[in-house]
Structures are given as C-alpha cells and as structure tokens.
C-alpha cells in the first residue's frame, strides 16, 4: 500500500523534489514500510516520535523536524537532527549553536497567509532575522518553508506558494556564508501539486503516502 502510494507520488514529483515522508501519525513498522519502498526523508512534528522513529531508521534516512519547537528540547533532538523545517526564533538557533556537534539545514518558517494560528515569522521581518542568523555557524540557512491555509479555493493557495517564492528570489541575492535561501519547503498532501507549480522543492507528504490515520 505504501509501496503502491510513493510508487505513484515519485512518479508524479519526479527526482528534483524531495519526498518527505511525514509519520508522525504512523507506527515504526509503517515508517519501516516506507523506508523498504524507497523513502529516505522522513518529518516528525513531535520530539518523542522523532527520537523514536531516529532510533528505528537505518542511518542512511535522513530526519527532518517539521513541527514547532521549544528551544527548552532543542538539547533532546540536536544530536540527530539532520533538517529543521521551523526555524522562526533566535532563541532555538541559541540552542542548536549550543548543543549540535554538526550543522543543522534549516528552513525559516514564513506566515505568508497572516493566520494567527499559524507559527512563523511575517515575510517582512525574515531580512532581520537572516541577519541575525549569521552569528550562529551551527545554522545553515538552507531557505523557507510555509504552510497554506486549509481551504478549497486554488487561488488563495496559489498566492501564498507564489509569495514564498517571490520573498526567496528577493533573499536570494543576499546568499553569504551560512545563509544560502536557495530551497523552498511546501505542498502537503493536498496541495502539493501546486506546491511544485512554485518551485518547491522539498513537499512534506503524510496521508498521500502513508495512509489516512
Ligand atoms: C502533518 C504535517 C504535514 C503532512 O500533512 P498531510 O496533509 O498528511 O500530508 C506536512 N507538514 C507539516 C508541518 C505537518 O505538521
């Protein structure tokens, strides 16, 4: 099933975007699945569900932490922590500058739409906060992720992948040392295809692939 799910996904994406797998609803033997079908990027939201699937993949996986975190847990993940999709305060790059032996690819988390639900920084104050982020060698910026509103109106999910990919070409030009805003991270499962229409170029895909929970 799994194996039939990331069979027409690769299909679908192609090989110039990377398929995380998001198993954060997903026992180890279905992210195991996963891996046997070919998955090799893996997201969790939750530190204990990272630890415990880190533990459970073959070294070659690489994990991703998508969710938001507290700097106060930084110090429980930063030793396995390959990617960090939701860098949006100084407080956790503190951290990772503190306790991570190796650097972390980090995404900045943009609040493109203005959600008060959602994390993230306003695209307008991400220049001040890449300036910041050269103090920390640990960090290396890699680009920005965000997240679209849950609607069914196209155009409203459109606009948002279009400004993170208009505010990453505006970075860009800036690219020195450890900040390189080169990657866009967005699309989920329901809305990945438009994701990619944007030049994404990581998608973090968790019902689509591994099954609704
Ligand atoms: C859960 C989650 C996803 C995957 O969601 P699906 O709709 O199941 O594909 C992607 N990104 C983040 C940040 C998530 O928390």
Do not use: W
């Amino acid at each position: 099933m799994i194996k039939d799910n990331y069979g027409q996904l690769k299909k679908e994406i192609g090989d110039a975007v990377t398929l995380i797998a998001v198993t954060k609803y997903h026992s180890i033997d279905e992210t195991l699945e996963a891996y046997d079908a070919g998955v090799r990027h893996f997201g969790e939201n939750r530190v204990e569900g990272f630890l415990e699937k880190r533990e459970a993949l073959p070294e070659d996986a690489e994990v991703h932490f998508i969710g938001t975190l507290q700097s106060r847990k930084v110090k429980d993940i930063a030793g396995h922590l390959n990617y960090l999709h939701s860098l949006d305060r100084e407080s956790v790059a503190k951290k990772i500058e503190q306790y991570s032996e190796n650097a972390v690819k980090c995404f900045v988390q943009v609040n493109v739409s203005g959600e008060a639900s959602k994390h993230g920084l306003s695209p307008e104050e991400v220049p001040g906060f890449l300036e910041a982020m050269e103090s920390y060698s640990k960090v290396t910026v890699i680009g920005l992720m965000t997240m679209a509103p849950h609607t069914e109106d196209e155009s409203e999910i459109s606009a948002v992948f279009e400004r993170l990919a208009a505010l990453r070409d505006s970075l860009r030009t800036g690219n020195h040392g450890n900040i390189q805003v080169e990657e866009l991270s967005m699309g989920m499962s329901n809305d990945y295809g438009i994701a990619i229409r944007h030049g994404a170029s990581y998608v973090r895909i968790g019902s689509k692939l591994m099954g609704s929970r």
